[in-house]
C-alpha cells in the first residue's frame, strides 16, 4: 500500500488537463523511466499535440496483445491548483484525479512491473490516453483507426465502481448531431408570410423523440439529450429563418448497430431538416460467455469472496475504439466519490484488491 500511495501522489503532481499537453508528456516521461528498458519497450504516440504512452514487453507486438490494459491520465480541470497535492485522510486519497483514474493508472503500472518479474515476457500491453477527458480521438481513436492496434481483449479500469463490485461488458454508443433548418423571414405580426426555423426544427426534434421512446431510468435504451438550440432571431417579433439544435444520442443495438446507421436513419426521417454528424462513437460490448471475460469474473469474485454482476454503462469511456472493430473488453473501477468535483477521493484498499485480482487473472495467461 505504502508504494501506491508513493506512486499516486506523484502522478496527482502533475497538472495533466488537456490544455496542458507538455504537462501529460511530462508525467508519461515520468511513467516510462519507471519500467526497465531491458525488459519493456516503451513508445509515446503523438497525434495533433496529445500523447499516449504504450507499454509491451520485449519481443512482443505492442499493437497486437492478447490482453490490453487501456487507462488515461488527462484530469479535468481543477477549481484550484491545491488539487494537485494529494491528501490522504484514513483508507481515503483526496486530489483531483484520484478516482479518475489515476488512482488506477497507479495500480496499472505496479501490475506491468511486477508482471515483468514472471522471466518470460508477457503477451500484455499497457496503453495510457492523453485526451480522454476530451473525447479521446487522437489517443485511443488514433491508435485504433490509424496506427491499427487490435488487441483480443481489453481490460479498462476507468470510472467509479459501487462498494459491491460490478464488471461493465456493455455501453451506449455515442451520437453527437447538428441539426440546421432554413426557413422564410417575415415579421412576427404576419407570421403566415413566412416559414419559421424554429418550429421546423422543433417538428424534426420531435419526430426523433418518437423514434427514440420514452426516457426510463437507468434502463438500457436510447436516449435523446437536447443541448443546444439556436437562431439568428434577435427579436421576437420577427419570423426565424434560421434556426440550429445539437443533440446527444446515446444509443444501444436495439435501434442501430453503428451511429452511421443511425444517422441514416434519422436523416430519412426529417428530409425537411439538414443532419450533420458532429461526434461519434461505436457501441461497447462483450458477450457475457466470452471466455476472458468469464474468467475474469471467476477471478473478481474469488478475491471479493461473493458474486460480481454483469452491467452496463450509460456513458462513454476510451474502450468504445475497440468497440468499433469488435474488440471485446470489460470496463470497472475503483471506489470512491467526488469524480470531476472539489473533494474527488478513492479508496486505497479497493485499488488494493483491483490490483489483486488484476495480477491473479493476468498471471494466469499463457506466456507463450
Known sequence: MEQTIKLLEKLISFKSTADRPEEIKRGFEYIASLFDSGK??????????????????????????????????????????????????????????????????????EVMRELGTLGSPQDIALLLNGDEEVGGENGAGYMVREVGMKPEFVICPDGRNPESFNLINKGKGVLWLELVAN??????????????????????????????????PNAWKTTVNLGVIETSNKTPNA?????????DIRFTETLAKTPKELQEKIQNLIPEVQVNVLEESALFFADETDPLLQQFKRVAEEVLGKSVPFTYSHGAADVRYFGEIGVPGVLFGATGE??????????LDSLEKNKEILLKFLASRPRV
Open 239 to 247: 419570423v426565424p429563418d434560421y434556426a440550429r439544435a445539437v443533440l
Open 183 to 216: 426557413g422564410k423571414s417575415a415579421h412576427g405580426a404576419y407570421p403566415w408570410e413566412g416559414e419559421n426555423a424554429i418550429e421546423k426544427i422543433m417538428g424534426a426534434i420531435q419526430k426523433i423523440k418518437v423514434l427514440i421512446g420514452d426516457v426510463e
Open 338 to 347: 467526488n469524480m470531476h468535483a472539489e473533494g474527488e477521493w478513492v479508496d
Open 40 to 109: 519493456f519497450d516503451v513508445q509515446m504516440p503523438e497525434k495533433n499535440g496529445k500523447y499516449s504512452l504504450l507499454v509491451s514487453f520485449k519481443g512482443r507486438d505492442g499493437l497486437r496483445p492478447r490482453i490490453l490494459l487501456n487507462g488515461h491520465f488527462d484530469v479535468v480541470p481543477a477549481e484550484n491548483e491545491g488539487q494537485f497535492e494529494m491528501k490522504v485522510e484514513g483508507n481515503k486519497a483526496f486530489g483531483r484525479g484520484t478516482l479518475d483514474m489515476k488512482g488506477m493508472v497507479a495500480v496499472l503500472i
